[in-house]
């Protein structure tokens, strides 16, 4: 049986997670808080960051018991993988320019998919 939430071992990191969810599914959000920077400062820089700190994306089925509870879960992550390495792979020279791309959008529907698998409600 899979564990549950309160369960894992590293619940705040799906805490922050869930947070980078959230984020990733909105685009509203992103162009006020990542399109509003400074040139040279990369508010996705921040969310890519913790994604290779936590390996939830590289690794998600290591993940479960400790941030990512089924298979389910493990499919999310390995969905919005491989629509944020597309859509970082795009030549650009700012996150707007990224935000701004067609498959920028399957970045934010599979971030809302993860949103779903892990049972949170989407914005």
Do not use: C, H, Y
């Amino acid at each position: 049986m899979p564990p549950k939430t309160a369960e894992l071992q590293t619940p705040w990191i799906r805490a922050q997670l869930i947070d980078w969810l959230v984020r990733l599914s909105d685009k509203g959000w992103q162009e006020e808080n990542w399109m509003s920077r400074d040139s040279g400062i990369s508010g996705l820089d921040e969310a890519l960051d913790f994604f290779d700190d936590s390996g939830v994306l590289a690794e998600p089925r290591g993940r479960l018991g400790f941030v990512l509870v089924d298979e389910e879960e493990v499919a999310a992550m390995q969905a919005l993988n491989s629509v944020l390495d597309r859509a970082i792979s795009v030549p650009s020279s700012s996150d707007a320019e990224i935000i701004q791309t067609r498959v920028w959008d399957d970045v934010i529907d599979a971030a809302r998919g993860a949103l779903v698998a892990m049972g949170e409600e989407t914005r």
